[in-house]
DNA sequence: GTTAGCACTCTCCATACCCGAGTGCTAATA
DNA sequence: TATTAGCACTCGGGTATGGAGAGTGCTAAC
């Protein structure tokens, strides 16, 4: 990252400025509008210079500059001033989340949804999960001769269901032994402890077991698998949408299937937010998009993911504070109602735990 | 309906032309492409009535004929043949079908994703819901001091929690206590049997009992809520979306929040497809779609809707003929799992119940 | 190193234009 | 009376044309 001071100033005024005005911006665009003290044919030579080391671009002769995606990597990484949200922003979003009911899937649906107009993108928020979860309580209920929903209570309250077939016909009476049975010998245990147990069980109460683990195995696997997604909207009225087959890639990154493949979910820092920049994706339907993403929840513990998607021209800096600001609500939030995380203070009026995390960006 | 053989034939043959083609279709385009035994000038002569009495209409001057609404309705009432789907695209479904596991949520999920596919619009499948639902089992399981998870268990294993909150500390000891006592007491109920009960029970009895009556209610005044949506994809890619303000149009449309509202889940017939076209629907934002929808499940138990939506410009015959046919083999899996309907024979080999409701339209 | 000046390039927009499809009317025909 | 041939008319969509404007790159002067 060789900038010159003056260059680099004049790659952080193009880039805000075009992330404004949506429109290419021009050399005296910037002397006129932006007080730059020198003549627009110094500001040329200037641009020349930061296209040659690919900084910007040029749609065609004659037309202002735009960044690049290195010109917004560059950006976010070293130029733009990376300040805390102001305090009415905050406000409004904390008075969004009160509205927030005592069901775990409503904060979720909140977060993306007060997230995504907050940011005016689009908005991803996973389920949280655990790490490894750990049995609570199972409960099976008999449904037919043969069959039974087996309930399973996890740790932080996560419920799990399945219908289990059995290879005979079994009563209520029989399915309440088991259940206790169960119950007591692997209370608290992770699938892990369950596979690796020595406990005397009869057939049948292995057969409940073993579909207990496979469903806790899978719970701590895939998890990032429930997101919601809000403000599709906001992204598609963008200008950079006009024409129609730009609409249809969206929707197909959209489409729930995808969204949770093309969006680096996994790969997440333990803390702090992570930008992803048109191309740095590693797929192509994401090449222009960029995607603001943290991780929320208690440290270690349970936690999930959530993240803006946008274009790439998008406002960086608020975007930023935003998600990081959201993210530590809902975290507070979560600490608070699981009671394991020890956050001082009421959830969303002290400021929220992210001052550590502060400009921690990737790559 | 007061049309001439000619002039209803005639329709009918604009009808399916603009279909096909999605471009008005004019007088002689009629005569050259199918069979009509008539000089153009006497097919604009017609044409001309039928404009006047609203089943046709120009977009402008010197272009071809687009149905109205009223000749939409008209061809699906009285016009088009209603046949049965042929064999190998029957196939084809039911094929698809195989791969469903034994999750209820995945038969939605898969229900609207081969419906999609088969009629190359979205389409939308709520999820099933007994009409009243009764208690099966309520179980209570602490996590904090003076919170608890209650998880209800409803008949044909649909399942409902919600944490709940005591007004002191209790522990799992009393919680076992108070959910025997319910479930003995409450065993069978319906929310409103629960409500007029007599039984002697402790206030902290009460609390409990009142919150699964209320979620209880919660679940039989709703149920729509949830459903699965799959190929808007579809919908999009059709010619009359071609500008991008008619997309946004179908994505607010799309929208999980509005999409159980604008679509009239709820005055559904209790047996045969329903279509509604363009301006019949009540909300404005319809104006531009039909649906064609109907009712799945067991005659009088559980059940759900589902709907096929796309431009007024649509294959009737084909839609209607495939959600006849999917909304059975639903019915089928249903019937077979819960075990209550007796339908003979196993899912999706024998021809679908739906013998009986061939033809029954709406309005 | 900076700046003024200028020719050049390219997009965008409005105008004009024509082509063809399709209509509606009239008069001739069976 | 119903049908048809003929014809003038209308309108949308595609294609050339021609500035206007914004912005560049280069050169020469400061």
């Given at each position: 990252m060789s900038l010159s001071e003056r260059r680099a100033r004049l790659l952080s005024l193009i880039v805000s400025e075009f992330v404004d005005s949506a429109v290419p911006v021009g050399s005296d665009a910037l002397v006129r509008k932006h007080g730059v003290r020198l003549s627009s044919a110094t500001v040329r030579n200037e641009m020349a210079k930061l296209e040659e080391e690919g900084y910007i671009s040029h749609p065609h002769t004659s037309a202002g500059r735009v960044p690049s995606d290195k010109g917004y990597r560059c950006y976010v990484e070293a130029l733009m001033e990376d300040r805390d949200l102001p305090w009415d922003a905050k406000q409004t979003i904390r008075h969004q989340f009160h509205?927030?009911?005592?069901e775990e899937d409503e904060w979720i649906q909140l977060s993306a949804a007060v997230l995504a107009r907050a940011v005016e993108n689009a908005a991803v928020v996973t389920a949280p999960r655990t790490r490894e979860s750990r049995l609570k309580r199972i409960e099976l209920i008999g449904i037919q001769d043969t069959e039974a929903l087996v309930v399973i209570v996890l740790q932080q309250a996560r419920l799990k269901q399945q219908i289990l077939i059995f290879p005979e016909p079994i009563e209520q009476e029989r399915l309440t032994a088991i259940t206790n049975h169960l119950n007591e010998a692997?209370?608290?245990?992770?699938a892990g402890e369950i596979g690796r147990s020595q406990v005397q069980l009869t057939q049948l109460e292995w057969h409940v077991a073993n579909a207990v683990r496979d469903i806790m195995e899978a719970s701590d696997r895939g998890g990032y698998d429930e997101a919601h997604l809000d403000g599709v909207r906001n992204v598609l009225t963008?200008?950079?949408?006009?024409?129609p087959d730009k609409v249809l890639n969206l929707l197909d990154v959209v489409e729930q299937r995808n969204l949770t493949k093309l969006i680096p979910f996994r790969e997440l820092a333990a803390e702090g937010v992570t930008v992803m920049i048109g191309a740095e994706h590693e797929e192509d339907a994401m090449r222009d998009y960029s995607v603001v993403i943290s991780r929320y929840g208690t440290p270690g513990g349970i936690g999930g993911a959530m993240a803006v998607l946008g274009p790439?021209?998008?406002h960086y800096p608020e975007t930023i504070s935003t998600v990081r600001f959201v993210a530590g609500l809902l975290s507070e939030m979560l600490a608070s109602h699981y009671?394991?995380?020890?956050?001082?203070?009421?959830p969303g009026d002290?400021?929220?735990?992210?001052g550590d995390t502060r400009g921690k960006k990737r790559k």
């Open positions: 509205q927030a009911g005592r692997f209370a608290g245990f992770s963008k200008p950079e949408f006009a024409s790439t021209r998008m009671g394991e995380g020890s956050v001082p203070g009421e002290g400021p929220p735990a992210d």
